[in-house]
């Protein structure tokens, strides 16, 4: 028993010896023997350029200014000049208080100077002879000193009573109501007969400038470093088959947290008046260039799972590379970080299939195959 146990034995170290040669022996697989078939693809480098991100919104026109009119001076409306649409000049009447009652006051105020100045001359006669009485010790100094001030207080009754003319003077011409600019008569909301009251106001007309129109569009928080004053803007209305071009005028600093937007306004000419306040209109702002920036074609980027990157070719093989980006634009896409000036990445249609570790081979955009 023992004598098989030994020979068993001896057999199997045998058998392992031999085992052990044959795998040192072996010849090692290169790697590129075990790589699969490999997919054509073209690449652009990464370079430095400039990219525009255009910002789009619905907007609307408004009138430059718009002035509720009503009256100064309390009274009956006698006369109102204009009707609703019409064109009106800087200057032109628009209606009329009745006046009566306050070319009476005029009058009143008239005659109220007449008696203040005539009371100032005599006071000021009387203390003419006084000075000549005091000086011969013939008048006592308490009336002398009566009459000195009775001067002053004439000469004031008498600046009073010009101030409450002039007055008078102003509620007159405050009676005819005349335009503050040119523009047009939105609403007339007062017909002859009506009285007019001062407070609280009563509102006559509606005005607003028309000559030159505001477009306002409320633009999102997320593009809140994009828009600046001067931007250039493009307005595209309903009828018309021209974009008219603006520039922008005003950017709030505030953001409406209801909404989550800022208020952006654009001066738009509008002399021939064929633009109403009011109507909508898309407005599209190109802001200022951003130049020497790292670029890509937005065909290479990708978006999966929340993340955006690229694939750059490495060692035969697509490399998925984390990119953050900037501004975009139908042209280009701003990155931030992630590749460097110069690195080559995927575009195209295989930019977007090709999955992360597949071999593939650079050619040429012109001899690119179908999966490109």
């Known amino acids: 028993m023992k004598v098989q146990v030994a020979v068993w034995i001896a057999a199997m170290t045998v058998l392992g010896s031999g085992c052990e040669r044959k795998a040192d022996t072996a010849p090692v697989q290169p790697a590129a023997a075990v790589a699969g078939p490999t997919v054509e693809v073209t690449t652009v480098r990464v370079q430095r350029g400039a990219v525009v991100q255009r910002v789009s919104a619905p907007g609307s026109l408004v009138a430059a200014r718009e002035s509720h009119i009503g009256t100064e001076v309390a009274g009956r409306v006698v006369r109102v000049f204009v009707a609703e649409g019409d064109r009106i000049e800087a200057g032109a009447p628009l209606f009329q208080i009745d006046p009566a009652p306050y070319e009476m006051a005029l009058r009143q105020a008239e005659a109220g100077v007449d008696v203040a100045r005539a009371q100032r001359t005599q006071t000021e006669a009387d203390l003419a002879r006084a000075q000549t009485l005091r000086r011969q010790a013939v008048m006592a100094q308490q009336e002398f000193d009566r009459l000195v001030t009775g001067v002053a ?220």
Do not use: C
């Open 153 to 372: 207080v004439a000469q004031a009754q008498e600046r009073q009573a010009t101030e409450a003319l002039a007055l008078a003077r102003f509620n007159v011409g405050r009676t005819l109501v005349r335009a503050p600019y040119a523009g047009s008569v939105a609403k007339r909301l007062v017909d002859e007969g009506t009285t007019a009251l001062v407070q609280p106001q009563t509102i006559v007309l509606v005005v607003q400038e028309t000559g030159e129109l505001e477009a306002e569009a409320a633009i999102p928080e997320s593009q809140l470093a994009l828009v600046q004053l001067g931007d250039q803007a493009r307005l595209r209305v309903e009828g018309l088959a021209e974009p008219i071009a603006a520039t922008v005028s005003a950017v709030s600093d505030t953001i409406d947290p209801a909404t989550r937007t800022y208020l952006v306004k654009m001066r738009v000419p509008n002399a021939d008046r064929r633009l109403k306040a009011g109507i909508f209109t898309h407005v599209e702002i190109l802001p200022q260039a951003r130049t020497g920036v790292l670029v890509v074609p937005p065909d290479a980027v990708r978006n999966e799972e929340g993340r955006t990157r690229v694939l750059v070719v490495r060692g035969g093989r697509a490399a998925a590379v984390p990119i953050e980006i900037g501004i975009t634009s139908p042209d280009a896409v701003e990155v931030l970080s992630g590749v460097a000036d110069g690195d080559e990445v995927l575009v195209g249609e295989a930019a977007r299939t090709i999955a992360p570790g597949m071999a593939v081979t650079v050619v040429p955009a012109a001899a690119a195959g179908p999966g490109a």
